[in-house]
């Protein structure tokens, strides 16, 4: 996340919001931003997400599917994106990750699916 230049901004009860830079750490060599650093993006906001749901002494949280769709580039020097949880059950967690840029349009919209699994002692 740190070698992303990912920042949280936001981690609540079932909402996480974090910004990323479009820059030479997340860009593609078309210069576009990199499909794989906005789904690190959206995988490290849903995990972070259930870490807050969940006692992390008793449970670890695994991303387990992540789906998403490029639907658009941008132009900013920013992204943010905004996790929303979609699904809290005993033993998964489904979130909503919006991937926009400052002027509000839609980069991507991605799916994650985290397991919530004990802690073995």
Do not use: Y
Request: aromatic share 4%.
């Amino acid at each position: 996340m740190e070698h992303l230049g990912m920042q949280f901004t936001e981690v609540t009860a079932g909402r996480v919001v974090a910004t990323m830079p479009v820059d030479h750490r997340t860009l593609q060599p078309l210069g576009r931003l990199h499909g794989g650093a906005t789904m690190a993006l959206a995988e490290s906001i849903g995990s972070i997400g259930s870490s807050f749901l969940v006692d992390t002494e008793k449970f670890h949280v695994l991303g387990v599917e992540i789906s998403g769709s490029h639907i658009g580039t941008t132009a900013e020097n920013e992204v943010i994106a905004i996790g929303t949880i979609i699904h809290q059950g005993k033993s998964s967690h489904v979130w909503e990750i919006k991937v926009k840029d400052k002027n509000e349009k839609l980069i991507s919209l991605c799916r994650l699916t985290c397991r919530i699994i004990p802690v073995k002692n």
